[in-house]
T-cell receptor, first 113, second 111 residues
Framework: KAGVTQTPRYLIKTRGQQVTLSCSPI?????VSWYQQTPGQGLQFLFE???????NKGNFPGRFSGRQFSNSRSEMNVSTLELGDSALYLC????????????FGPGTRLTVL | QKEVEQNSGPLSVPEGAIASLNCTYS??????FFWYRQYSGKSPELIMF????GDKEDGRFTAQLNKASQYVSLLIRDSQPSDSATYLC???????????FGQGTRLTINP
């Protein structure tokens, strides 16, 4: 069974631009969560989607948004990029329905110049 | 108080010895606990999960959970240089229904 995939793997943007990251979960998984990882803050939860609905949201500004499609694929958008948004963005999927185990994709490394 | 706390290390262990990694959590209602391994530049990889008090063994890895003390640990027996990585403890926070990670412990196995 294929794992979680994320595209693109690397991205370089400048301040003020916006970016969209994509995540395809493991087949049969209906929940997708997004995390931001930086050396200083560690792994921080952004939001979780289940069956196209946002179930939970972390403490990030409204510039960070996401959505999930009917095939469970998810996108994350960051608008008006700031230097501090440079990070590894990780997507994780789980089956849902009582199964809490999350499996991570390879991540997207975003650099904001 | 942080929701999930780990000693950031670095923890240095000789090859062949037992590495012991510890984690405490603040939410007494937490029911699900996970250990992930993350190599430098890579994404976290699930090693083990544990839901019940006591020990759970999988190969060279043993997870231990003590809900009364709000403590979960990971033991790695016969440590190998390939075990050198950052180990992340993660806990489902019941009230918020989200997975919260500790800062991770950097482990180095010395040949």
């Amino acid at each position: 069974k294929a794992g979680v995939t994320q595209t693109p793997r690397y991205l370089i943007k400048t301040r003020g631009q916006q970016v969209t990251l994509s995540c395809s979960p493991i087949s049969g998984h209906r929940s997708v969560s997004w995390y931001q990882q930086t050396p200083g803050q560690g792994l921080q939860f952004l939001f979780e989607y289940f069956s196209e609905t946002q179930r939970n949201k972390g403490n990030f500004p409204g510039r960070f948004s996401g959505r999930q499609f009917s095939n469970s694929r998810s996108e994350m958008n960051v608008s008006t990029l700031e230097l501090g948004d440079s990070a590894l963005y990780l997507c994780a999927s789980r089956k849902g329905q009582g199964d809490d185990t999350q499996y991570f994709g390879p991540g997207t490394r975003l650099t904001v110049l | 108080q942080k929701e999930v706390e780990q000693n950031s290390g670095p923890l240095s262990v000789p090859e062949g010895a037992i590495a012991s990694l510890n984690c405490t959590y603040s939410d007494r209602g937490s029911q699900s606990f996970f250990w992930y391994r993350q190599y430098s530049g890579k994404s976290p990889e699930l090693i083990m999960f544990i839901y019940s008090n006591g020990d759970k063994e999988d190969g060279r890895f043993t997870a231990q959970l003590n809900k009364a003390s709000q403590y979960v640990s990971l033991l790695i027996r016969d440590s190998q240089p390939s075990d050198s990585a950052t180990y992340l403890c993660a806990v489902i926070i019941q009230g918020a229904q989200k997975l919260v990670f500790g800062q991770g412990t950097r482990l180095t196995i010395n040949p």
